[in-house]
């Protein structure tokens, strides 16, 4: 199974919803891929935040 689909399983087996179910899927996630996943969502804030600057830039 997925990493991502383990980790959504194990939440619903869990009865873990709302609020609480990120960082619970941050936190398996990377348990699951033994830290792997942390350079991945590092890599995502510095792209969301690269096209972040751009936007307002063309906004200014």
């Not at 399983?9 to 891929?33: C, D, H, M, N, Y």
Request: hydrophobic letters at 55%.
């Amino acid at each position: 199974m997925p990493v991502i689909e383990q980790a959504l399983s194990e939440a619903a087996t869990q009865g873990i919803a709302a609020k609480a179910v990120t960082p619970f899927l941050l936190g398996r996630i990377f348990e699951l891929t033994e830290g792997r996943s942390l350079d991945s969502n590092i890599e995502l804030v510095l792209n969301n935040a690269r096209l972040a600057a751009r936007i307002a830039a063309a906004m200014a």
